[in-house]
């Protein structure tokens, strides 16, 4: 069996992390009898610079024959982000209907929370971020540009195509984890899109009468993920809020370099695409010591979408054995002083 993976390293520390990443998910599939044929797309903002677009005008098409897409990530201090992304990242999420975005937030054994008294095993939040449209929705315009009338309008857009998807798929996780689900809206505020939102939630529910729904709002769960993260199992809600949220499940499991992503196509009638919840980190670029761990666990997500379990959950393992090995090498988010190559040849050894 070979994959055919398509892969974005794009800005940043985006190809030192994908560079870092491949080689183990290679040692991972001769492990157990797969190939990963790659075909590499420097798309990206060097692109922007050079030729005025983030890629091809038919780069959806070329990605569209892939089995997955892993990408590092896109940003670049020269243009602005609102270019550079929406050129990338959004338009693939978006064009491919990869409206469940799963993100894990995991406690490993051997990472330092920044929360006292949390340890290894304490925290392990499922977040299920709707990531086609909601706040995201490219639906809006500025008007009357510098004058005391200026206008700017950004729209939310909620359909129940979209909301019903990530919402089963929130419901479905939570009944295989521990049958509790967060619901996170703000429909004190937001009386159309978050209403709706919380209806479908209790619709869906009727499906899946083993699931305990709590429902909170999102100032309030922001806090309560700082406070008492070990309450939260699988989470559901809208992009933008899926967004902030995943951050704070990152830094309280030790760090943004850990931080795994899945854009995941329900109908898988496009490839997903699997990429670290990251940035492109321009603050450490160059340097040599980003974390690969959010990429290599990223990879770990994607090997298990094209059905190689086993292959996956190996790539998972040999991470969480790192992480629990005092005298593994580690990057400096992680309190080390290793490089980026250092972790990742660790890890081959271990595998
Ligand atoms: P960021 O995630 O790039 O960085 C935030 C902080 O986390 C920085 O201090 C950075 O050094 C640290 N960090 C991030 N990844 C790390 C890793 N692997 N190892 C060690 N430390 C790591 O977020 P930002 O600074 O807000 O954004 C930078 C750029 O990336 C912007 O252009 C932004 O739009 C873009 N961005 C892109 C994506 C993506 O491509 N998916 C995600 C987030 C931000
Ligand atoms: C993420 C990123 C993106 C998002 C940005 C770069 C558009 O922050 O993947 O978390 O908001 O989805
Ligand atoms: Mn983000």
Redesign the pocket.
């Known amino acids: 069996m070979s994959y055919d993976i398509a892969l974005i390293p794009?800005d940043?520390?985006g190809p030192t992390?994908v560079d870092a990443a491949l080689p183990l998910l290679d040692d991972v599939a001769t492990e157990h009898g797969f190939d990963i044929e790659t075909t590499r797309y420097d798309w990206g903002t060097e692109r922007y610079l050079d030729a005025g677009a983030m890629m091809p005008d038919d780069g959806l098409e070329t990605l569209e024959s892939h089995d997955a897409i892993l990408?590092g990530?896109?940003?670049?201090p020269e243009v602005p982000?609102h270019v550079?992304?929406n050129g990338l990242?959004l338009p693939i999420r978006k064009g491919f209907d990869q409206s469940i975005c799963k993100r894990p937030a995991v406690l490993f054994d051997g990472v330092d929370s920044p929360l006292k008294g949390y340890s290894g095993g304490d925290i392990d939040i499922l977040v299920f971020r709707e990531n086609t449209e909601g706040e995201y929705a490219d639906i809006g315009g500025r008007e009357h540009a510098g004058f005391e009338n200026e206008v700017a309008v950004q729209s939310a857009v909620y359909t129940r195509r979209s909301t019903e998807r990530i919402v089963r798929a929130a419901f479905e996780a939570a009944t295989e984890r521990s049958g509790h689900l967060t619901n996170v809206t703000k429909s004190n505020a937001q009386a159309h899109g978050m209403v709706f939102w919380d209806d479908i939630v209790d619709e869906v529910s009727e499906e899946y009468p083993d699931v305990e729904v709590e429902r909170l709002l999102v100032d309030a769960a922001s806090m309560d993920m700082v406070r008492r993260p070990d309450d939260f199992d699988v989470v559901v809600c809208s992009n933008l809020f899926g967004d902030i949220l995943t951050d704070i499940g990152a830094i309280v499991t030790g760090?943004?370099?850990l931080a795994p992503s899945a854009n995941i196509d329900p109908g898988r009638d496009h490839p997903s695409m699997f990429?670290?919840?990251?940035?492109?980190?321009?603050?450490?670029m160059g340097e040599g010591v980003?974390?690969?761990l959010?990429t290599v666990l990223s990879g770990s997500l994607m090997i298990d979408h094209l059905g190689e379990d086993a292959a996956a959950a190996d790539l998972w393992d040999a991470v969480t054995e790192q992480l629990a090995d005092d005298d593994a090498p580690r990057?400096p988010?992680l309190g080390g002083d290793s490089t980026t190559k250092t972790v990742a040849s660790d890890l081959a050894d271990r595998l």
């Open positions: 794009g940043g520390i992390v990408l990530a896109v940003g670049h982000d550079t992304l990242l760090s943004m370099g990429e670290p919840v990251h940035g492109s980190a321009f603050d450490i980003a974390n690969p959010a990057t988010d």
